[in-house]
């Protein structure tokens, strides 16, 4: 239905018409679109006839899914979708600290987990749970019988099953939340429609079909699984998620599976290429690579190119506050690379996209000059969760119309193709996380009790972040002990590799931790 937003419909169409054909695969276990309806309407059943949902007047209703990646997480992310919600992902790797924020930010309705969520409802986690807690491997199953394999359109298990509730362009779909400057997590809030928007309009671009079988690295905490699963899904092609334990053999993962699409940021690609398991031609059956989340080595590019002869290679660029992706740029001998830094562009905004580069004071700049990266379009997101400050300054009203202002620095060239320059401010990327370095510093500060402390990202190689160093004013301090208070309140990909305590911290002149000059002590002493 064209006035059906619903992020569920396409697996429901599917399994409609090739109700065997394979949704997800994972371990030794697979889920046909039949299945995989099923499961998500039988989920969204409970859901829907909790009293406590009917009761809940206030909207959008939020569905929290605690779960590692696999086929449990899929199903309760598509039943919360099933059920008209907006489903709300929190890292398995979040300490408790951190999930009882984003619990207390969303008021969410339900939760569900899987096995491994259930393992951190503590006390405290329970008691700020929502009314309805549901293990999303014990939904009890509307139908009883076997698939009448014999009649696709009007099997028995189908006949049942009622179709996804009906969500306009402007209902919530999901809130993922990233790290925030000021210690806390923010939640951005993406519209039924900017996702819709998304994946019809990246599957054209990609041209996904239905025979293709379809990587996902992703956790669902991280909107890039938004464009691995609902991309695949619209497809109707098969999802094969790799496990967390199989990530150094992901090449033979997707020679095994004989993928055709692999999604991944490319750090996966540079980390493969350290343990040389990428060999020229080593995988042949890739018609299409989806590098994204974090800028793409040129280097990298070229390998993986060799290694996939067969492959388009797409690089991918967005925020999460612009819908997973909103820049493309296919990789290819005469590709445009961003000068002196040595990155593949990011080419140009899809289909509903708009992009330009502005200055401080938001005026569009010519061709040739760097600037802000702004981002306008249909894939805006509704802003931050409770935060209409925050929200009305990073998505402001330019000329009339409205634009996310991405913090990264940009250029368009003179054939029109944008390249990004690096951050204008202090977030990283390390391993496609996004990192505040200042939401570091501000649980550095609190475990350190020390008011002057800095993080910087460090090393860095091929231009891109590998790990992160901090900093405390003062004494020395046991570090071992500084770590475990930091697991406390970040996750792990945020958590210093090393905190160094240093008599005087440099300042800038005004008067700020003067990060570079913490860089280039970690340079002098690696000389
Ligand atoms: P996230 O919201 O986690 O997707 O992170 C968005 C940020 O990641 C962007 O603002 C960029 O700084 C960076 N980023 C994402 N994709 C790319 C890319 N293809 N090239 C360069 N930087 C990227």
Not at 37 to 44: G, P, V
Not at 118 to 142: M, N, W
Not at 455 to 463: E, F, H, N, S
Request: charged share 15%; proline share 6%; aromatic share 6%.
């Amino acid at each position: 239905m064209a006035d059906d937003f619903n992020l569920a419909s396409a697996v429901w169409r599917h399994s409609r018409v090739t109700p065997h054909a394979t949704a997800i695969a994972y371990k030794n276990q697979t889920l046909s679109y039949e299945q995989y309806a099923c499961r998500a309407r039988d989920l969204a059943m409970q859901l829907v006839r909790s009293p406590a949902w009917q009761e809940r007047s206030v909207k959008p209703l939020k569905v929290g899914i605690l779960a590692s990646r696999g086929i449990d997480a899929c199903v309760a992310m598509l039943g919360a979708c099933w059920a008209g919600a907006a489903y709300v992902p929190i890292g398995l790797k979040l300490p408790q600290d951190r999930i009882l924020a984003i619990l207390a930010a969303c008021e969410l309705t339900a939760i569900i987990v899987d096995a491994e969520g259930a393992k951190l409802l503590t006390d405290a986690v329970l008691a700020a749970c929502p009314p309805i807690l549901i293990r999303a491997d014990q939904v009890p199953s509307e139908d009883h019988g076997h698939v009448d394999s014999s009649n696709h359109i009007n099997s028995p298990l189908l006949g049942k099953l009622a179709a996804p509730v009906q969500v306009a362009a402007e209902d919530l779909a999901y809130v993922i939340f990233t790290s925030g400057t000021t210690g806390v997590p923010k939640g951005v809030m993406i519209s039924a429609g900017s996702a819709q928007n998304y994946v019809t309009t990246i599957v054209k671009t990609l041209d996904l079909h239905a025979t293709d079988r379809a990587l996902e690295t992703c956790e669902l905490s991280f909107d890039f699984s938004v464009h691995n699963m609902f991309a695949t899904w619209q497809a109707g092609a098969a999802l094969h998620i790799l496990p967390t334990t199989l990530v150094m053999n992901a090449v033979k993962f997707a020679r095994n599976a004989q993928l055709t699409v692999w999604n991944s940021v490319p750090s996966l690609a540079g980390m493969l290429q350290q343990i040389k398991a990428l060999q020229p031609g080593c995988l042949p059956d890739l018609r299409i690579t989806v590098f994204g989340g974090e800028a793409l080595p040129q280097t990298a590019a070229r390998q993986w190119q060799d290694a996939a002869p067969n492959a388009r290679i797409f690089n991918l660029y967005g925020p999460t506050e612009a819908t997973v992706f909103c820049l493309a740029q296919v990789f290819s001998c005469d590709t445009a690379i961003t000068a002196g830094r040595d990155f593949v562009a990011i080419g140009t905004p899809l289909g509903g996209c708009q992009a330009m580069v502005v200055d401080t004071e938001g005026t569009e700049l010519p061709d040739g000059m760097t600037g802000e990266l702004a981002i306008g379009g249909v894939q805006l997101a509704q802003g931050y969760l409770g935060k209409p400050q925050l929200t009305s300054q990073k998505f402001p009203v330019l000329n009339g119309k409205r634009w996310y202002l991405t913090g990264d620095f940009a250029v368009r060239d003179l054939s029109g193709v944008f390249h990004c320059l690096g951050r204008i401010d202090n977030q990283i990327k390390v391993s496609g996380y996004r990192i505040e370095l200042e939401e570091i510093d501000a649980a550095l500060r609190q475990v350190s009790g020390r008011d002057l402390v800095g993080t910087v990202a460090w090393p860095i190689a091929d231009g891109t972040p590998k790990g992160i160093v901090g900093f405390v004013a003062g004494s020395p301090i046991d570090p071992a002990e500084l770590t475990i208070a930091l697991k406390q309140k970040l996750p792990p990909y945020m958590v210093p590799n090393r905190v160094i305590a240093l008599e005087i911290i440099p300042l800038n002149s005004s008067g700020k931790v003067d990060r570079r000059a913490l860089a280039e002590l970690l340079k002098i002493e690696s000389t």
